[in-house]
Structure formats: C-alpha cells, structure tokens
C-alpha cells in the first residue's frame, strides 16, 4: 500500500490520492484537483520572441533556389551547394 500519490497538474491544481493500495490502475481528474497558490511556479519570461520581418524593419523575403547537386552529381553523398562558406 501506498501512503499517499500527489499529482501536480500542468495548471497548477494538486489533485492528492491517501491509502492507494498496489497493482491497480488509478484515474485522477485534473478537474477535482484543488488549486495550489502556495506552489505555483511563476511564469518565466521568455528569452527569445517571435520576430517578423515588420517587427525589425526589414524588406526582405529569403527564396531557395531550384537547384539540386544530385541531379549533377549522382555520387554526391549530400547536398553540398547548400552548405555556408567555411
């Protein structure tokens, strides 16, 4: 037997289990779980934001070109034209 199961919902609410016995299966509720204000995890600001190109200002629109090195090349083991210069 167990004495006690706490499970802490992703909304904060602690739904609280007593005298669970073993080898069984157990359904919990989120909706008859009680809210926990004492620990809440408060919100993290984000470090990074969404940004589009009107949030920075910027006219520009990036298009891949058609290309394809294994149409060329059929031995090439990936696509080379599509790395950065080193």
Not at 22 to 39: L, M, P, Y
Not at 44 to 63: A, G, S, Y
Not at 65 to 84: G, P
Request: no cysteine; net charge positive; aromatic share 6%.
């Amino acid at each position: 037997m167990v004495d006690k199961v706490r499970i802490k919902w992703p909304d904060g609410k602690i739904t609280e289990l007593d005298s669970v016995k073993t080898n069984q299966t157990v359904i919990a509720h989120r909706n008859e779980g009680i809210a926990d204000d004492a620990h809440a995890t408060p919100r993290k600001r984000l470090l990074f934001q969404q940004q589009t190109n009107q949030d920075l200002k910027i006219d520009f629109k990036h298009t891949e070109n058609a290309f394809v090195d294994f149409d060329r090349d059929r031995l090439t083991y990936q696509m080379l034209s599509t790395q950065a210069r080193r």
